[in-house]
């Protein structure tokens, strides 16, 4: 879909019943594609959409990656493959994780395993491997670079951390769109059907924010995130505020639940705080480590909550004696 002159928003399928909008940016000079979704999604999505339209992957200049996510790198391999002269390029701080899939694995999604007894099965490393082809990064951005696509056009990347550390954006500030990735995660990550199907996976809580804060003041007429429906006008400030409201919320809940059940693990809070804050469905608590451990560093940075390890070296939370 077109959402303005030369800006395409392009839906990529994964996981049976999961979305990811990739954006492809078409200028005289110059092109760029935002985010490579998964493994398949090239041959099944991207390079269709392009040939549609016809756009010729010779002629893409930049392959600019939002963020460490299989969901966003994935398809990084196959889309150099399709389109080597393109420059690929992600943000400085998210780089080691783009460019290999095993440090992917180990650091972002196997974090939780050794300090919170969680076990990730061999099969799901190796679904993980399947689906994230990565490739070696060309490029590292900082935020704050512009991209001349046309000579009366420039597109600016911007650092939006919070879902991870090096979270970009792209804003074209002639149209007022913002691709945005996850740079807000409202209160959950949607599926095909826009049903909730997943939490917001913020993790670092005191960026986040900042980040929303950011998006807030800034000019965007049209706010184009990765897995939900497009926002404009008034709506665009809505689910900045709704995201924002809803990582406070659920800090006050993990605070409450310190209140009523004393000392407690992740896996404890998962199990029985998990259902007061989803508006998924129940198999979708398991990601929750990421939003609740943002929320738990966050209290115990403010003297809020306590953190220690029990008998059998598991991180647990309490409130100060
Ligand atoms: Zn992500």
Redo the contacts with the bound molecule.
């Keep these: 879909m077109e959402i303005a002159p030369n800006i395409h928003r392009i839906p990529c399928i994964f996981a049976g019943n999961r979305i990811v909008f990739v954006h492809l940016f078409i200028g005289t000079e110059a092109s760029m594609l935002v985010d490579t979704a998964c493994a398949h999604n090239p041959q099944q999505d991207i390079l269709p959409y392009m040939e549609k339209i016809g756009f010729d992957p010779a002629k893409l200049t930049y392959l600019v990656i939002s ?1 460490s ?1 299989l969901d ?1 790198q994935g398809g990084n391999q196959p889309m150099k493959a399709a389109a080597p002269q393109a420059l690929l390029a992600c943000h400085n701080l998210d780089k080691a994780w783009i460019e290999d899939t095993e440090a992917l694995i180990t650091g972002r999604y196997m974090q939780f395993d050794e300090p919170h007894g969680f076990v990730t099965p061999d099969e799901v490393r190796a679904a993980i491997h399947a689906d994230t082809l990565s490739a070696p990064i060309d490029m590292t951005l900082e935020g704050g670079e512009t991209f001349r696509l046309s000579p009366d056009w420039l597109v600016e990347a911007v650092h939006t951390p919070g ?1 991870t550390w090096g979270h970009l954006a792209i804003y074209d500030r002639k149209s007022k769109i913002m691709a945005a990735g ?1 740079a807000a995660l409202w209160n959950a990550i949607l599926d095909v059907d826009w049903n909730p199907v997943l939490p917001p ?1 913020y993790c670092y809580v005191d960026t986040y924010l900042a980040t929303l804060d950011r998006l807030m003041t800034m000019d965007i007429e049209i706010f184009s995130p990765a897995h939900w429906t497009l926002q404009t006008g008034s709506d665009v400030g809505d689910f900045l505020r709704e995201s924002r409201n809803y990582c406070l919320h659920v800090e006050q809940k993990l605070l409450d639940f310190a209140k009523s059940h004393g000392t407690f693990t992740l896996k404890q809070a998962i199990e029985k705080m998990g259902s007061e804050v989803a508006t998924w469905a129940e198999d979708g608590n398991s990601l929750l480590t990421f939003p609740f451990n943002g929320n738990l560093q966050r209290l115990v940075q403010r003297g809020q909550l306590v953190q220690a390890r029990n008998s059998e070296n598991i991180v647990t939370w309490s409130l100060p004696t």
Aim: charge should be negative; charged fraction near 35%; proline fraction near 0%.
């Design positions: 963020h996510d966003h879902h996850e996976t």
